[in-house]
Every structure is written in structure tokens, then in C-alpha cells.
């Protein structure tokens, strides 16, 4: 592949990661322990990733368990639980901290499938962009010592890498639509 085209790879990738992230995090009835990934709690005054400050383990499908190694942090991670958008009441013993996820309504899958698919299409719309930056960088390069031929190969390129990623965001999508539907 062309280098002048390996920037614009590299940022449809980041895109594409992204989406990937966003999709994990989504609750799909199952527990997923991606849904605390931008969770943090204040670990001695530092914004601290949960899964840094204790054990997080799945005992069963739709439970989440968290022993924190400090026990005096209990208070601190049910509160960024509370304060964060994931909608599920933490109950702790003392020593464990445990999320457990309700079964999904037809209701609320449909309107995770259409969360899914809002964000699939915001990610399709990254990749189009940064496939436009790369076009508007090309045609810059005309009355250069690059050839018309030479852009349009590099315009070729990158419209065929748009494709792949658009194909692997409707994969992705799919994939996770399919994974909520099932549950």
C-alpha cells in the first residue's frame, strides 16, 4: 500500500477501535465487565479504572462481583457506579460489591439495537470523513511532481480501504445486534 495513504489507515482503525470500545460496553443482559471500563473511583485522590483497584469476576451470567483489595473503597466505587449511565443498583455485603443484570425486555433490546446501530452509522460517517481529508490532501497534490494517474491510484486506494472498514463496522454491528437479540 501506497504511504501516502497509510495515515488515513491508521486513523479509520482508530475509528474502528473506537467502535469496537463503545460496542463492548454496551449491556446486553449478559454481564459484561467491559461496562465498567470507563468507570473510575477515587483511589487516593486519582481517578483509578476499577479493575485496578479490586477483583472483578463474573460468579454467574447476569452477575458482576467486585472484591476491592482496600475495603475502605466499597463506598467510593458503589458511588461511581451509581453516578455512572450503566442503570444498575450496586448491593454490597462489607466485602464484595455485586451488579446484577435484570433480563432484557423486547423494549429495551430494541432500543439497544438501535443504540447499536446509531453508533455504527456515527462510525461509518468517521471513516467517509477521514476517506474525504485523504481525497482533498490528494487533489492538493495536482501541478505537483505526482502524476494525475498517481492520484487516482491513491484515491483508489483509499476508497477501497473505506470499504473495508465500512464492511467491518456492519460486521460489528451485526455481530452485537445478533449477540442482544439472543439473550
Do not use: C
Not at 500500500?1 to 463503545?22: G, I, W
Not at 464484595?96 to 429495551?108: K, M, N
Not at 492520484?151 to 445478533?178: C, P, R, W
Request: negative net charge; charged residues 35%.
Amino acid at each position: 500500500m501506497n504511504e501516502k495513504v497509510k495515515p488515513y489507515e491508521e486513523k479509520m482503525t482508530k475509528a474502528f477501535d473506537f467502535l469496537a470500545q463503545e460496542l463492548a460496553s454496551i449491556r446486553a443482559g449478559r454481564a459484561n465487565p467491559h461496562v465498567l471500563d470507563k468507570l473510575k473511583v477515587d483511589y487516593y485522590g486519582t481517578p483509578t479504572p476499577i479493575q485496578q483497584v479490586g477483583n472483578v469476576s463474573i460468579p454467574e451470567a447476569r452477575m458482576i462481583q467486585i472484591a476491592p483489595w482496600d475495603k475502605s473503597l466499597i463506598k467510593d466505587i458503589e458511588k461511581a457506579i451509581l453516578a455512572s449511565d450503566i442503570g444498575i443498583t450496586p448491593s454490597n455485603d462489607g466485602t464484595v460489591i455485586r451488579l446484577i443484570f435484570p433480563e432484557l425486555t423486547e423494549e429495551r433490546r430494541k432500543q439497544l439495537a438501535k443504540d447499536i446501530k446509531k453508533k455504527g452509522e456515527d462510525a461509518k460517517v468517521a471513516v467517509r470523513n477521514i476517506r474525504r481529508d485523504g481525497n482533498d490532501s490528494f487533489k492538493k497534490l495536482k501541478g505537483t511532481d505526482v502524476s494525475e494517474d498517481e492520484i487516482a491510484e491513491l484515491e483508489e486506494d483509499l476508497q477501497k480501504m473505506t470499504d473495508k472498514f465500512v464492511k467491518k463496522i456492519d460486521e460489528a454491528v451485526e455481530e452485537k445486534s445478533k449477540e442482544i437479540m439472543t439473550v
